[in-house]
């Protein structure tokens, strides 16, 4: 009963995957902090459980309630966000291929496909996916396996639209993975929209807390490989796929981590409700600010993404990021907020403020990724809004003096 379809999200991230312990009626699954399983001969294993690389309850848990969150047919727990995501390009691709990512993507993904895959012959084009022209011009028939979007997408919180892409990419034959970190899964679901394949950084709004290190992939029910693969099961199922790398690879979740995720993934509905509130509060007070130049906030009435997000997600998310006019203004408001802790990461209860271009997308300085230096981000998180509000105006009056 708990993966019902018809069942409403939060429902389902509470449910869905979590029946009470058979042995003891616990009505949390509890952490198996163990690596092998008793056979009752050889080969006769009890559930199926044999060792934790291959399977272990407690993560299996958490992959069936991403599954039943996303809308997925099932989904792989890793150890961060890029393990899932170098576990899944992987699976999907060969020496030769080529993939299409969006121009402003999480910078360790770009260092991945860049530096990770390029030197094993994987190609790629980065591009403004916001313009459906740039998608069709960048793919290459027959060579581009893959399509790669996030959005909102970082730090820019531009919206791409992911019915509009996912046709062209199943014209190609290639796969469409979206990231689906900034929104989570309470205020967006890809899979539904006509992609294949989500991931997520679970270390982010699905974990919550910022205890944890984590990744996800969720695979659409019957997802095909792109075009002309077969993976090394025999078969063309993405599904079977990535299971079969996530054992053969082994970057698997930890018990103790999945966990974590689980417990956060069971407040995920009512965070969400508050980040967003506070996130619009935030922006909106930004965008009166005569220091700060531009506001990059899905929820403003006048960003370019707005109706699509409206259309496309349940909220805006938690996420903004606004300009200042310099880098060294930049630099100094990050360093004089007192309640916007200064770290990298996001999604989180407490509010977080980052500057990108030294920090999270340092990696990406130079290439097409490379994002303005007089940008601040923010993760807002779940305290009063009032004292957020408050902490930024006198940051930005220290900063700009
Ligand atoms: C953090 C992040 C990742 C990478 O996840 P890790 O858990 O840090 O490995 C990928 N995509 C997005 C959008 C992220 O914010």
Request: aromatic residues 6%; glycine residues 10%.
């Amino acid at each position: 009963m708990t993966d019902d379809e018809s069942l409403g999200f939060a429902t389902r991230a509470i449910h869905a995957g979590q029946e009470p312990d058979a042995a003891t009626g616990a009505v949390v699954p509890p952490i198996y902090q163990v690596s092998t399983y008793k056979q009752d001969g050889v080969g006769r294993l009890r559930g199926g459980w044999e060792y934790s690389r291959s399977g272990n309850p407690t993560r299996a848990a958490l992959e069936a309630a991403l599954a039943a969150v996303e809308g997925g047919a099932a989904a792989f727990a890793f150890a961060s966000g890029l393990a899932a995501e170098d576990t899944l390009l992987r699976a999907a691709l060969r020496p030769g291929d080529h993939m299409v990512i969006g121009n402003d993507v999480y910078g360790g993904t770009y260092r991945l496909v860049a530096r990770v895959l390029g030197p094993w012959g994987v190609e790629h084009t980065a591009v403004d996916l916001t313009d459906p022209h740039q998608l069709v011009d960048a793919i290459r028939p027959g060579q581009t396996k893959v399509v790669w979007v996030e959005t909102p997408s970082n730090p820019l919180l531009s919206v791409v639209d992911i019915a509009a892409v996912a046709a062209h990419a199943r014209a190609a034959g290639a796969l469409l993975v979206v990231d689906n970190t900034f929104a989570s899964p309470a205020l967006q679901n890809p899979l539904a929209l006509g992609a294949d394949v989500v991931v997520h950084s679970t270390t982010k709004y699905v974990g919550g807390h910022s205890d944890l290190v984590g990744g996800a992939v969720v695979v659409a029910d019957g997802a095909q490989l792109p075009a002309g693969l077969e993976g090394p099961t025999g078969t063309t199922s993405v599904r079977d796929a990535v299971a079969f790398h996530q054992n053969a690879s082994g970057a698997v979740a930890g018990p103790f981590d999945a966990w974590l995720a689980l417990r956060g993934l069971k407040t995920l509905d009512v965070r969400m409700q508050r980040h967003c509130a506070n996130a619009q509060r935030v922006a909106e007070f930004l965008a009166g600010h005569p220091a700060v130049t531009a506001v990059h906030y899905p929820g403003l009435p006048d960003n370019p993404g707005h109706e699509l997000a409206a259309r496309q997600m349940r909220g805006f998310g938690g996420m903004v990021s606004f300009r200042v006019g310099s880098a060294e203004t930049a630099v100094a408001l990050c360093g004089a907020t007192e309640i916007f802790t200064l770290a990298e990461s996001l999604g989180g209860v407490e509010s977080l403020v980052e500057h990108p271009a030294r920090m999270t997308h340092g990696s990406v300085a130079g290439t097409a990724l490379e994002v303005p230096d007089d940008l601040v981000r923010l993760s807002v998180g779940l305290e009063d809004p009032d004292d957020l509000v408050r902490d930024l105006d006198r940051a930005l009056a220290a900063a700009t003096r």
